[in-house]
């Protein structure tokens, strides 16, 4: 019960603070933020972007963390546990993909411009819509299990490709990305792409992902518990 | 391991001679989709990079149309039971692997001599690099696309499904090999692309170890 009350507290102050409070070019105030030059109040999205696009990563991971403990262990509880992590995953990427998107029309002039970033959003987007084609083509429960379990550890061997190697053959624009300079990867000298945050927008940034993190797992456990209560009642329904 | 994988080979090489009926789609299917491209551009004078990303384009539908074959044949025709009866599955995989590479090699040379031949924009200037490029990326291809044609086959040949299932796993070879082919268009030198080619090389390290891994699951009903 706390732990509600305090993620409540968490997300109505991170969302008050995320969209009022007011960007200045000196701030005085511990409410006020920094201007960005080239960004301006677009710079707000990142308390709701990046918790949204962190967790789709969360939850890939751990739906291929519980594949690979179906396959060692055959226990279809564990399948529960990462259809319902694949479940929350596939609305975070969407919401990710989404607000990312938009955003980019105000800072870079369009919706997609196949960023190394967008690239990799998309490719994890593919891979949830591919996972649950997979899922939805199969009826016996025991091999749906496990091909869902291989094609996902499979779709995660990919990970390191999109994180590490996209970014420095593609051009970036997204904040944070890198450039290559004389062979060198060095952090970009655009203020837009490697810009610093100031101390109270970190604590909102990070509270914001704290938060998110704890509704995410909140919201799997209940996920994975009705999955799992849905099949017994399913089981009871056949034996009487 | 190797007299059996290379015994399963020749029975799929012969049941493939029987009907011919993977060989003449998939000429058939590089014929049709490279004269939808040729059509499609007309009179245009199209780029190099433009070019080097409709051969890729062309490589991977083709491969999606034919690789499949592979694995579903055995499920249709009930044979699946007796090759776990006579082999490993590492040594079934192995032999699948070797069938499809040699498919996918005939299969991209012939569409790399079409493309030299009917596109002005396609031509090799370091011969070198494209065909060290064209043989990592080519066993990339064959091995995603057999360990997914093991999947799809289990999971009830639905055909539609493999390339949905393929594209995402072959999606940072294919970027790769585009840029790779891009290189050995314009002349480029190894020492340009050497960080690509190191790309491909961890691509097919990466998915050749873990498809022999996965495989005994997908195999093992």
Same mark, same amino acid.
């Given at each position: 019960?706390?732990?509600?009350?305090?993620?409540?507290?968490?997300?109505?102050?991170?969302?008050?603070?995320?969209?009022?409070?007011?960007?200045?070019?000196?701030?005085?105030?511990?409410?006020?933020?920094?201007?960005?030059?080239?960004?301006?109040?677009?710079?707000?999205?990142?308390?709701?972007?990046?918790?949204?696009?962190?967790?789709?990563?969360?939850?890939?991971?751990?739906?291929?963390?519980?594949?690979?403990?179906?396959?060692?262990?055959?226990?279809?509880?564990?399948?529960?546990?990462?259809?319902?992590?694949?479940?929350?995953?596939?609305?975070?990427?969407?919401?990710?993909?989404?607000?990312?998107?938009?955003?980019?029309?105000?800072?870079?002039?369009?919706?997609?411009?196949?960023?190394?970033?967008?690239?990799?959003?998309?490719?994890?987007?593919?891979?949830?819509?591919?996972?649950?084609?997979?899922?939805?083509?199969?009826?016996?429960?025991?091999?749906?299990?496990?091909?869902?379990?291989?094609?996902?550890?499979?779709?995660?061997?990919?990970?390191?490709?999109?994180?590490?190697?996209?970014?420095?053959?593609?051009?970036? /624009?997204?904040?944070?990305?890198?450039?290559?300079?004389?062979?060198?990867?060095?952090?970009?000298?655009?203020?837009?792409?490697?810009?610093?945050?100031?101390?109270?927008?970190? /604590?909102?940034?990070?509270?914001?992902?704290?938060?998110?993190?704890?509704?995410?797992?909140?919201?799997?456990?209940?996920?994975?518990?009705?999955?799992?209560?849905?099949?017994?009642?399913?089981?009871?329904?056949?034996?009487? | 391991?190797?007299?059996? !994988?290379?015994?399963?080979?020749?029975?799929?090489?012969?049941?493939?001679?029987?009907?011919?009926?993977?060989?003449?789609?998939?000429?058939?299917?590089?014929?049709?989709?490279?004269?939808?491209?040729?059509?499609?551009?007309?009179?245009?004078?199209?780029?190099?990079?433009?070019?080097?990303?409709?051969?890729?384009?062309?490589?991977?539908?083709?491969?999606?149309?034919?690789?499949?074959?592979?694995?579903?044949?055995?499920?249709?025709?009930?044979?699946?039971?007796?090759?776990?009866?006579?082999?490993?599955?590492?040594?079934?995989?192995?032999?699948?692997?070797?069938?499809?590479?040699?498919?996918?090699? &005939?299969?991209?040379?012939?569409?790399?001599?079409?493309?030299?031949?009917?596109?002005?924009?396609?031509?090799?200037?370091?011969?070198? /690099?494209?065909?060290?490029?064209?043989?990592?990326?080519?066993?990339?291809?064959?091995?995603?696309?057999?360990?997914?044609?093991?999947?799809?086959?289990?999971?009830?040949?639905?055909?539609?499904?493999?390339?949905? /299932?393929?594209?995402?796993?072959?999606?940072?070879?294919?970027?790769?090999?585009?840029?790779?082919?891009?290189?050995?268009?314009?002349?480029?030198?190894?020492?340009?692309?050497?960080?690509?080619?190191?790309?491909?090389? &961890?691509?097919?390290?990466?998915?050749? !170890?873990?498809?022999?891994?996965?495989?005994?699951?997908?195999?093992?009903?």
């Amino acid at each position: 019960m706390v732990w509600k009350i305090t993620l409540f507290i968490i997300l109505a102050f991170v969302s008050i603070a995320g969209i009022a409070f007011p960007i200045v070019p000196v701030p005085h105030t511990w409410y006020e933020f920094p201007l960005i030059p080239g960004l301006k109040e677009n710079a707000k999205i990142i308390f709701f972007h990046v918790p949204t696009a962190w967790l789709s990563v969360v939850a890939f991971l751990m739906s291929t963390i519980y594949s690979i403990q179906y396959l060692r262990k055959k226990n279809l509880d564990d399948d529960a546990k990462s259809y319902a992590a694949s479940q929350l995953g596939i609305i975070f990427c969407i919401l990710a993909t989404v607000t990312g998107a938009v955003w980019a029309k105000f800072a870079w002039g369009s919706f997609w411009s196949w960023d190394p970033r967008q690239t990799s959003i998309f490719a994890l987007l593919l891979i949830y819509g591919a996972w649950f084609a997979l899922r939805s083509s199969i009826e016996s429960e025991e091999k749906r299990a496990t091909l869902s379990a291989v094609y996902s550890i499979i779709a995660f061997l990919t990970v390191p490709f999109f994180v590490f190697i996209m970014p420095r053959i593609m051009l970036g /624009l997204h904040p944070g990305a890198e450039e290559v300079v004389n062979g060198k990867v060095v952090a970009s000298s655009s203020p837009v792409i490697n810009f610093k945050m100031n101390g109270n927008m970190l /604590l909102v940034f990070f509270l914001s992902l704290i938060g998110f993190t704890i509704l995410y797992f909140w919201m799997w456990s209940i996920g994975y518990r009705s999955i799992l209560l849905k099949e017994k009642i399913n089981k009871q329904s056949i034996t009487y | 391991m190797v007299g059996k !994988t290379y015994a399963l080979y020749r029975k799929d090489y012969h049941s493939e001679l029987r009907t011919r009926y993977a060989v003449n789609s998939l000429a058939m299917f590089i014929i049709v989709a490279i004269s939808v491209i040729l059509f499609s551009i007309g009179n245009e004078q199209i780029t190099q990079s433009l070019t080097s990303g409709l051969f890729w384009v062309v490589i991977f539908f083709s491969a999606m149309s034919g690789l499949a074959r592979a694995f579903v044949s055995e499920e249709e025709r009930g044979t699946s039971l007796l090759l776990h009866l006579i082999a490993a599955p590492s040594t079934i995989f192995s032999g699948k692997l070797l069938f499809n590479l040699i498919l996918v090699f &005939c299969m991209n040379i012939i569409i790399a001599v079409l493309y030299t031949a009917l596109f002005d924009a396609f031509i090799i200037r370091n011969f070198a /690099l494209f065909a060290v490029s064209f043989i990592l990326g080519n066993i990339g291809l064959a091995v995603a696309s057999t360990i997914i044609a093991a999947i799809i086959s289990k999971a009830g040949a639905k055909g539609t499904l493999y390339p949905v /299932l393929s594209f995402p796993i072959l999606l940072p070879l294919i970027l790769t090999s585009v840029q790779l082919t891009l290189y050995s268009n314009q002349g480029s030198s190894f020492a340009d692309a050497k960080f690509e080619l190191a790309i491909v090389l &961890c691509y097919d390290v990466i998915m050749l !170890t873990g498809s022999f891994m996965l495989f005994d699951f997908v195999w093992k009903d």
